[in-house]
């Protein structure tokens, strides 16, 4: 048996994104830059791409730029900002992902920049009052804020958050890896500076993703060379990766409505399942629909003999989850977020994540095996 259920850490690619990146690889291999045929033909497939995300969006083409994924986007706005924009000041949280705070930490020292971290609840809520407060300043800031919480769920008010931002003439950055293709996003009513993506959460490949910057900011170039990207990003295009990325992006808004009532259906049956075969177990962050990603289910178990051997015990039995986010569980180092929220460390905590190919099957197998582990 194998089950995964660790789809925030990555997503098996799609059939469909994998032929059209076939294609590419095969046929169209030739340097967007390139003026003969072969050239103009991969720059069509790029602008055709780029169009395909701006319009699902809801923004300007000119205003994607392609990255190598989340990590990389989620640098450049940052320090775009701080390099490039007069950015002094950051206001960012506890529980974010390392791509924002090891760049906002980086930053600090070697720009003596002044960082506050925004308090947030013990279900990874920020605390919109004290947001509030630290927006009251003349020095010119960014907030950098994640949308839904890679280990939690937790879901930001971006809305709220945006016109707060608005009201203090800051910029605001939202990570929206974890949310982007997964909720109706349109980033023209948001009016945001800076959003992320990376295709490798949404059933694209890995290594590829953009970052958003509202046309409004004039950033200049974060990686010198060849002047690809309208000289913001250069580097030969990942050509191949990108086209799989609109593709992505086109599959998984299609339908989207009976994707995440599905979804949702799986994380509350597991939900339901579990609580009444293991009364004693919490769920970390939110999990409502109106206040957490559907896809994402933080369990906090109970001190038992399984202590320690929960996510060995579950993929020797070929179940795939995670204890923190893929990045740090191979560090050991326990989870961030999870002491940012002030979760009982007596307890053990597994994140499970689901996306539209998991099954309801899938679903009560797992639950099945777990209450079993703590039965027994
Ligand atoms: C919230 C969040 N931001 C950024 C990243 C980094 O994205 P990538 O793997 O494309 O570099 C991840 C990936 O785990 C993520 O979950």
């Known amino acids: 048996m194998q089950i995964y259920l660790d789809n925030a850490a990555t997503t098996p690619v799609a059939p469909e994104v994998i032929e059209s990146m076939i294609s590419v690889l095969q046929d169209d291999f030739g340097n967007p830059s390139s003026s003969h045929g072969y050239g103009r033909k991969a720059k069509a497939l790029l602008e055709n791409a780029r169009r395909t995300i701006a319009t699902t969006f809801h923004c300007s083409p000119s205003e994607i730029i392609f990255t190598s994924g ?52 013990a279900t990874g809520n920020i605390d919109l009052a004290h947001l509030t407060e630290l927006l009251a300043s003349d020095v010119k800031t960014i907030v950098s804020l ?41 980033i023209d009513e948001l009016d945001i500076d800076f959003i992320t993506c990376s295709a490798h959460k949404m059933h694209g490949p890995k290594g590829v993703g953009f970052l958003y910057v509202n046309k409004r900011n004039k950033i200049q170039a974060f990686i010198q060379g060849g002047s690809q990207e309208r000289g913001l990003r250069s580097g030969t295009e990942n050509t191949a990766s990108i086209v799989g990325m609109a593709k992505a992006i086109s599959l998984i808004t299609e339908n989207l409505d009976q994707k995440i009532a599905k979804v949702w259906g799986l994380k509350k049956s597991m939900m339901d399942q579990l609580q009444v075969g293991i009364p004693t177990i919490r769920f970390n962050g939110e999990t409502s629909l109106e206040k957490s990603l559907y896809t994402v289910l933080n369990c906090s178990f109970p001190s038992s003999k399984n202590d320690g051997m929960l996510l060995f015990s579950l993929d020797l039995k070929g179940i795939a989850c995670s204890g923190g986010s893929a990045c740090t569980s191979g560090a050991n180092t326990g989870s961030h977020v999870l002491r940012a929220i002030e979760s009982d460390s007596t307890r053990q905590s597994i994140r499970f994540s689901f996306s539209h190919y998991t099954t309801q099957e899938e679903i009560d197998a797992v639950s099945t095996i777990l209450i079993h582990l703590f039965q027994n």
């Open 70 to 121: 989340g990590t990389e986007a989620d640098n450049m706005a940052i320090r775009c900002a701080v390099e490039q924009l007069a950015v002094k000041r950051i206001i960012t949280s506890p529980i974010e992902h390392h791509a924002v705070l090891h760049t906002v930490t980086y930053l600090q020292k070697q720009f003596d920049l002044e960082v506050c971290y925004v308090r947030c609840d």
């Open 146 to 186: 994640m949308h839904a919480n890679n280990e939690i769920g937790t879901y930001l008010p971006l809305q709220e958050v945006s016109r707060l931002c608005r009201q203090h003439n800051t910029l605001f950055h939202s990570d929206t890896v974890q949310s982007i293709g997964h909720i109706p996003l349109n």
